[in-house]
């Protein structure tokens, strides 16, 4: 698990293909590995990774073809700036929210503008993630924690101030961009919850406008 605060900006190294998938080598930057062993978990871009080799001034994970076919890790190349992030530990201070570094799909920046010292971007998500964004809602962009603005339809607003700026990739962000979502796991859950004693069964699916009518949660 993680916060969704970012530690680090970290660069890709080397992205090698190994067997169809991928080796990725990142150098960390400022992030502390003093406490990091072999097969903990470091959130690159919101991507839970396990750390396989600790070579000195970064580490080395394996992304498997499933992981690259779901997030926009197949954009990185050698330079690309990375948000990282360590799992959180008992102590950890929650700044952000409760985040799973398990992308739920990529969206797309679609307008960045200027407002005072603040940065404001509308970002499309994928149609079948939109019913999870509500507004003064968390979402989690490239693994960083941020408070949704306003939504239209599949479309979301964030407000970034000058520090997330400073302090994430976020300031590079251009209209066409690709970047990994994660929505809140609390309405994740809430979904499976409305289902009931129906989340058993096969066939079960989202929760629908008639199913919530059907099962008393509307009022006629």
Known sequence: MFTGIIESIGSIRAMTPKGGDVRLLV????LDLGDVKL?????????CLTVIELPGNGFAADVSRETLDCTAMNDLKAGSPVNLEKALTPTTRLGGHLVSGHVDGVGEVVSRSENARAVEF?????????KYIAHKGSITVDGTSLTVNA?????FELTIIPHTLSETIMASYQPGRRVNLEVDLLARYLERLLLGDKAAEPTAGNITESFLAANGYLKS
């Open 151 to 155: 939504v239209n339809g599949a479309e």
């Open 27 to 30: 150098e960390t930057g400022k």
């Open 122 to 130: 509308r970002i499309r998500a994928p149609k079948d993630l939109a």
């Open 39 to 47: 097969g903990d978990s470091i959130a690159v871009n919101g991507v």
